[in-house]
């Protein structure tokens, strides 16, 4: 089974970049038919996906973030990244790393996920 | 962007009763093509991450307890427990990967009455 973890920053300044790192082990990050996704959700509230990325480095983004965010992949170190540009406290959130299956040109769910990591924009 | 809207925010059942969870989709989720529906469940428990339950509406995800099930069809799904277990106080989303954005529902907090 493979198994994500998040790691990065907990605190980030208002206006600055949050970037975030998401390992994963058990399985390749190359393999065919995945798409590597980052998620995030405020406190006590909702999620939102944020985008996935292929291994090739396809990428699909929430149009919501699209103009703020980057999301990459490093298939050499098995991990894939999450920019995101002129954070402010909205922004604040736990952010996931998960996969995502991808086949007949569908997105399915969410499996496995990271644990999350606590992301707090403030000065 | 389709919205799902879930129901009820939060409900309390006592153990071993029938807990329901409505989510209702602003727009078809049914892909004609292959007769499936684009929606999948996911249980939260405190401090974790979502957990998938239910995928294509109403299949259950390996390992995942009989009591689960999923029904519905087009736009309105429900995501039943059969007999309530304390394992089960989480809070539970539905989410759509029919179109892009993919996104989910408000979830629902569950709790033992």
């Known amino acids: 089974q493979v198994q994500l973890q998040e790691s990065g920053p907990g605190l980030v300044k208002p206006s600055e970049t949050l970037s975030l790192t998401c390992s994963v082990s058990?399985?390749?990050?190359?393999?065919?038919?995945?798409?590597w996704a980052w998620i995030r959700q405020p406190p006590g509230r909702g999620l939102e996906w944020i985008g996935s990325?292929?291994?090739?480095?396809?990428?699909y983004y929430n149009p919501s973030l699209k103009r703020r965010v980057t999301i990459s992949v490093d298939t050499s170190k098995n991990e894939f990244s999450l920019k995101l540009n002129s954070v402010a406290a909205a922004d604040t959130a736990v952010y996931y790393c998960a996969s995502q299956e991808y086949y007949d040109n569908d997105f399915h769910w969410f499996d496995p996920w990271g644990q999350g990591t606590l992301v707090t924009v403030s000065s | 962007d389709i919205v799902l809207t879930q129901s009820p925010d939060s409900l309390a059942v006592s153990l071993g009763e029938r807990a329901s969870i409505n989510c209702k989709s602003s727009?078809?989720?049914?892909?004609?093509?292959?007769?499936?529906?684009?929606l999948t469940w996911y249980r939260q428990k405190p401090g974790q991450p979502p957990k998938v339950l239910i995928y294509?509406?109403?299949t259950r995800a390996p390992g995942v307890p009989d009591r689960f099930s999923g029904s519905g069809s087009g736009t309105d799904f429900t995501l039943t427990i059969s007999s309530l277990q304390a394992e089960d106080v989480a809070t539970y989303f539905c989410q759509q990967y029919y179109s892009a954005p993919l996104t989910f529902g408000g979830g629902t907090k569950v709790e033992i009455k």
């Open positions: 990325i292929y291994h090739s480095g396809s990428t």
């Open positions: 727009q078809s989720v049914l892909f004609n093509s292959n007769s499936k529906n684009y």
């Open positions: 294509w509406a109403s």
């Open positions: 058990g399985g390749s990050i190359s393999s065919s038919g995945y798409y």
